[in-house]
T-cell receptor
Framework: DQQVKQNSPSLSVQEGRISILNCDYT??????FLWYKKYPAEGPTFLIS?????DKNEDGRFTVFLNKSAKHLSLHIVPSQPGDSAVYFC???????????FGKGTRLSVIA | GAGVSQSPSNKVTEKGKDVELRCDPI?????LYWYRQSLGQGLEFLIY????????KSGLPSDRFSAERTGGSVSTLTIQRTQQEDSAVYLC????????????FGSGTRLTVV
């Protein structure tokens, strides 16, 4: 039973446009959400996080939105750049002391 | 070191053999995690060490899998009598308390069981 779902395995966006990656979760106990980016042959790298007390967190070109009632979060990248092409994983945890639960990832391709 | 170091980076082994995968976490990180990523799948949690507490082994898929963390630092993941379905990228991560900065992952060990 997947607790964190990324229903789009891949997404293709033109350079300069907005990329929107979506993530849904089923466990209402999740309290902290993170996005990771992964390049081939490398480990995932932390991108941005949000706690359940917020509905938005912004860091440069990256913004994460959280809709708790819908159990949905999204990552917006604007403007998208070719270097953003990677696999993006959504992750969640009920607390800082519980291992993160990851989705299957979405492969983003930014086309120049 | 500056990051999480894993060795070997690649391992090919014959079915039925035992393998050991090593992880050197970031100095000072009290938490250490093992995950694996099979082809087309997300990151699957295996085991979690936090300080001197008993490890959370709830993600280990079978009793062929075990892990230890010596001296609160280096960790070894051991897979006994490897099977083809064990083929995956095994990722180690470490973190300080809390999730504000997420986990720092190593580059992983790609295990292929032939």
């Amino acid at each position: 039973d997947q607790q964190v779902k990324q229903n789009s395995p891949s997404l293709s966006v033109q350079e300069g446009r907005i990329s929107i990656l979506n993530c849904d979760y089923t466990n209402s106990m999740f309290d902290y959400f993170l996005w990771y980016k992964k390049y081939p042959a490398e480990g995932p790298t932390f991108l941005i996080s949000i706690s359940s007390i917020k509905d938005k967190n912004e860091d440069g070109r990256f913004t994460v939105f959280l809709n708790k009632s819908a159990k949905h979060l999204s990552l917006h990248i604007v403007p998208s750049q070719p270097g953003d092409s990677a696999v993006y994983f959504c992750a969640a945890s009920p607390s800082g002391n519980t291992p993160l639960v990851f989705g299957k990832g979405t492969r983003l391709s930014v086309i120049a | 070191g500056a990051g999480v170091s894993q060795s070997p980076s690649n391992k090919v082994t014959e079915k039925g053999k035992d393998v050991e995968l090593r992880c050197d976490p970031i100095s000072g990180h009290t938490a250490l995690y093992w995950y694996r990523q099979s082809l087309g799948q997300g990151l699957e949690f295996l085991i979690y060490f936090q300080g001197n507490s008993a490890p959370d082994k709830s993600g280990l898929p079978s009793d062929r899998f075990s892990a230890e963390r010596t001296g609160g630092s280096v960790s070894t993941l051991t897979i006994q009598r490897t099977q083809q379905e064990d083929s995956a990228v095994y990722l180690c991560a470490s973190s300080i308390q809390g999730l504000d900065y997420g986990y720092t992952f190593g580059s992983g060990t790609r295990l292929t069981v032939v």
